[in-house]
């Protein structure tokens, strides 16, 4: 059980660090697209543009996924 809490405390850390990070570039998180995606429907993601569509759909999932590898890591230290 303390597993699966240090590796979801390293993903929200990590993904919170992440959002503030890119929302200082400019980027959209994903609660900036979700809203634009309720509102207007498919039609958001090719408002997004590339760079925001290559965060969100590429790049961010990669870093949630590294957040478990290095959550495991600190998991394994203790």
Request: proline residues 1%; aromatic residues 14%; glycine residues 8%.
């Amino acid at each position: 059980m303390i597993r699966i809490y240090i590796i979801g405390l390293c993903v929200l850390i990590i993904a919170i660090v992440a959002n503030v990070l890119v929302s200082l570039l400019g980027i959209s998180t994903w609660y900036d697209f979700g809203t634009k995606l309720y509102s207007n429907g498919v039609n958001a993601i090719k408002e997004a543009g590339v760079i925001n569509c290559i965060w969100l759909f590429l790049l961010y999932p990669i870093c949630l996924g590294l957040s478990v590898l290095i959550g495991e890591k600190i998991y394994a230290f203790f």
